[in-house]
């Protein structure tokens, strides 16, 4: 219950704060993402050494063992008619996303995860491990130390105890760029945003105050698209400079957030309600059984001691509460402070809201999480 009148409480306090300055406006570059300008998933194939008995076991995973043959023939050492029982070795999948405009010879985050049975990376040093694209192509290549930021310990007897996941974890900037992806901004003669949520308002908007700045400098395509071209001999780089520092007042359509799980809901500033009436009370059915014992009388003949169950049903229904009324075009503050007057728990306001919505009543999207 705290959670949700929280919830609402800071809602209240921005509606409130929103209605004294209607102009709040946010930079073009917080709504929008600019085609092209973006990371790139890499993924690679490598093996980690010097586990302290943590490792693959070589005969569950043959992957692990062809690949340590494999490493060790490069380097000049004939393991193929030995027989390798080493727990020191794990087999793992390297990640890392590549930043947009990454030149080569510069560091990222790889994150390493075991492929095989191993126990734990901890200690583990990665060997040189190429990182491809979606393409096929390497764009960098990572090794170094693994940090799990985990503990785990076992016993004997199996038991065993751990905290975090000991067989996943991070280099800090262990990959170094080998390739850039050649995407050339400087030189294009148009691009696209992309709104993270498409409104055919919030592109409207956008569109005007960029051909108020830059006459005839941008389309808006579609909910999703404002296509912009430079202007004025200004190179795509430079434009881009100037035009997502522009200030636009976003729209957001009604909608109101309910995780059922955790008991949040979440409301738009823009819900609005037809007129209304909300009563809602509580009905407890409560049976309560005992067991009392019937005892034959002193020198009776035949009878016996026998458990009779005996039941106790009551019924509470809560009362005193009054209908709540809410007039045509009440707002988010009116919806709350109506249902919170109405004292409700936070699974019996889902409730009223999701019923509110079939009555026909509720003029905004319901999305339930």
Do not use: C, W
């Given at each position: 219950?705290?959670?949700?009148?929280l919830v609402f409480g800071v809602l209240l306090l921005a509606t409130g704060l929103l209605s004294g300055a209607a102009d709040a406006k946010s930079r073009i570059k917080d709504i929008v993402a600019f085609e092209?300008?973006?990371?790139?998933?890499?993924?690679?194939?490598?093996?980690?050494?010097?586990?302290?008995?943590?490792?693959?076991?070589?005969?569950?995973?043959?992957?692990?063992?062809?690949?340590?043959?494999?490493?060790?023939?490069?380097?000049?050492?004939?393991?193929?008619?030995?027989?390798?029982?080493?727990?020191?070795?794990?087999?793992?999948?390297?990640?890392?996303?590549?930043?947009?405009?990454?030149?080569?010879?510069?560091?990222?985050?790889?994150?390493?995860?075991?492929?095989?049975?191993?126990?734990?990376?901890?200690?583990?040093?990665?060997?040189?491990?190429?990182?491809?694209?979606?393409?096929?192509?390497?764009?960098?290549?990572?090794?170094?130390?693994?940090?799990?930021?985990?503990?785990?310990?076992?016993?004997?007897?199996?038991?065993?105890?751990?905290?975090?996941?000991?067989?996943?974890?991070?280099?800090?900037?262990?990959?170094?760029?080998?390739?850039?992806?050649?995407?050339?901004?400087?030189?294009?003669?148009?691009?696209?945003?992309?709104?993270?949520?498409?409104?055919?308002?919030?592109?409207?908007?956008?569109?005007?105050?960029?051909?108020?700045?830059?006459?005839?400098?941008?389309?808006?395509?579609?909910?999703?698209?404002?296509?912009?071209?430079?202007?004025?001999?200004?190179?795509?780089?430079?434009?881009?400079?100037?035009?997502?520092?522009?200030?636009?007042?976003?729209?957001?359509?009604?909608?109101?957030?309910?995780?059922?799980?955790?008991?949040?809901?979440?409301?738009?500033?823009?819900?609005?309600?037809?007129?209304?009436?909300?009563?809602?009370?509580?009905?407890?059915?409560?049976?309560?059984?005992?067991?009392?014992?019937?005892?034959?009388?002193?020198?009776?003949?035949?009878?016996?001691?026998?458990?009779?169950?005996?039941?106790?049903?009551?019924?509470?229904?809560?009362?005193?509460?009054?209908?709540?009324?809410?007039?045509?075009?009440?707002?988010?503050?009116?919806?709350?402070?109506?249902?919170?007057?109405?004292?409700?728990?936070?699974?019996?306001?889902?409730?009223?809201?999701?019923?509110?919505?079939?009555?026909?009543?509720?003029?905004?999207?319901?999305?339930?999480?």
């Amino acid at each position: 219950m705290r959670r949700i009148i929280l919830v609402f409480g800071v809602l209240l306090l921005a509606t409130g704060l929103l209605s004294g300055a209607a102009d709040a406006k946010s930079r073009i570059k917080d709504i929008v993402a600019f085609e092209g300008v973006r990371d790139n998933q890499l993924v690679g194939y490598g093996i980690v050494v010097g586990l302290n008995g943590t490792g693959d076991a070589l005969r569950n995973a043959p992957f692990t063992k062809q690949s340590l043959e494999a490493m060790l023939e490069r380097l000049g050492v004939n393991t193929r008619d030995a027989s390798l029982n080493t727990k020191n070795v794990a087999a793992v999948m390297v990640t890392a996303k590549l930043p947009p405009f990454a030149a080569a010879g510069s560091e990222i985050d790889a994150t390493v995860s075991a492929l095989g049975d191993a126990k734990s990376l901890l200690g583990g040093t990665l060997l040189v491990t190429p990182l491809m694209g979606a393409d096929g192509k390497a764009y960098a290549s990572a090794q170094g130390t693994v940090q799990t930021g985990s503990v785990s310990a076992s016993g004997a007897s199996g038991s065993s105890v751990s905290k975090g996941v000991p067989t996943a974890g991070r280099i800090a900037a262990g990959a170094i760029v080998e390739a850039e992806t050649g995407f050339q901004l400087a030189s294009m003669g148009s691009l696209r945003m992309t709104l993270r949520n498409p409104d055919f308002t919030t592109a409207g908007r956008i569109a005007d105050v960029i051909n108020a700045r830059f006459p005839g400098a941008a389309i808006a395509e579609n909910p999703t698209i404002v296509a912009i071209h430079p202007v004025g001999g200004q190179d795509m780089m430079g434009f881009l400079g100037q035009v997502e520092n522009l200030t636009v007042e976003p729209d957001s359509p009604a909608k109101v957030v309910i995780d059922e799980v955790a008991g949040v809901i979440v409301m738009g500033e823009s819900v609005r309600l037809s007129t209304v009436a909300i009563q809602q009370g509580n009905l407890t059915i409560t049976v309560r059984e005992t067991s009392a014992v019937s005892q034959p009388n002193a020198f009776s003949k035949g009878g016996t001691t026998a458990v009779v169950p005996q039941s106790d049903v009551s019924v509470d229904e809560e009362k005193g509460k009054q209908f709540v009324t809410l007039r045509t075009g009440a707002s988010l503050a009116s919806l709350v402070t109506g249902l919170n007057a109405l004292g409700v728990t936070p699974r019996d306001m889902i409730s009223i809201l999701q019923t509110i919505k079939t009555a026909g009543a509720l003029q905004a999207e319901i999305e339930v999480m």
